[in-house]
């Protein structure tokens, strides 16, 4: 089954600075690759996503890269602000039928802290 | 457009007892719905995915029995921890998935249930 890695755990950065956080996956066949913020208590909430026909997508502060070759796919916050402040998720998913029962993965987080 | 709501938000019960989670689609059909568990400063875990009208699948090392998975709708899914124990005690989130309103393999999650088991 698929397996996905991601670093950091834990990420501290200066306000207005950027971050990035990383993930590895290793089914090949995977071609869907979504992001999610979760703040303490509350649901995921998908911030960007990215399928494997595109090598990156960007919204206003937020861009995610995707290297199919090397199997790996990035997050990358530019101008951070305090409200960034939260737990990242990776995932990522085979297929790109609607009607399929196709699972996401999940990496194993990373928690984003911005110091004001 | 695409609201999943579950209920309860939280529960509390004794250890040995059942505890039901519901997990709607308010303003569309699921054609598949998931569950996952989330321990404390953990990720997502997939337990099992579920088709209106069919039988759940669970994913490896999930007791099938233990947690009841019942999709008799396709607005309506629920869990069923039986017997539950300590251990069980996490945050339970559902996600739906939507043939019309998914791009790609979107899920639309639930605002998930904590369930402590004293």
């Known amino acids: 089954g698929e397996n996905v890695e991601q670093h950091p755990s834990t990420l501290s950065v200066q306000e207005g600075d950027s971050a990035v956080i990383k993930c590895t996956y290793s089914?090949?066949?995977?071609?869907?690759f979504p992001w999610y913020k979760q703040e303490l208590g509350k649901r995921p909430q998908l911030i960007i996503d990215?399928?494997?026909?595109?090598g990156e997508k960007k919204d206003q502060r937020i861009a995610v890269t995707l290297n199919k070759t090397a199997k790996h796919f990035s997050l990358h916050i530019t101008e951070t602000q305090p409200e960034d402040s939260a737990v990242y998720f990776c995932?990522?998913?085979?297929?790109?039928?609607?009607?399929?029962?196709?699972?996401?993965?999940f990496g194993t987080g990373t928690r984003l802290t911005i110091i004001p | 457009g695409a609201v999943v709501s579950q209920h309860p938000s939280w529960v509390i019960c004794k250890s040995g007892t059942s505890v039901k989670i519901e997990c709607r689609s308010l303003?569309?059909?699921?054609?598949?719905m998931f569950w996952y568990r989330q321990f404390p400063k953990q990720s997502l875990m997939l337990m099992a995915t579920?088709?209106?009208?069919?039988?759940?699948?669970?994913e490896q090392g999930v007791e099938k029995d233990k947690f009841l998975i019942n999709h008799a709708s396709l607005t309506l899914s629920t869990l069923t921890v039986t017997s539950a124990h300590p251990e069980d005690s996490s945050f339970y989130i559902c996600?739906?998935?939507?043939?019309?309103?998914?791009?790609?393999?979107?899920?639309?999650f639930g605002p998930g249930t904590r369930l402590t088991v004293l």
């Open positions: 995932a990522a998913s085979r297929g790109g039928s609607n009607f399929g029962n196709e699972k996401l993965t």
């Open positions: 303003d569309f059909q699921a054609t598949t």
């Open positions: 990215i399928r494997s026909n595109v």
């Open positions: 996600s739906a998935r939507s043939s019309v309103l998914s791009r790609n393999n979107e899920q639309f």
């Open positions: 579920s088709n209106e009208g069919s039988k759940a699948t669970y």
């Open positions: 089914d090949s066949a995977s071609n869907y």
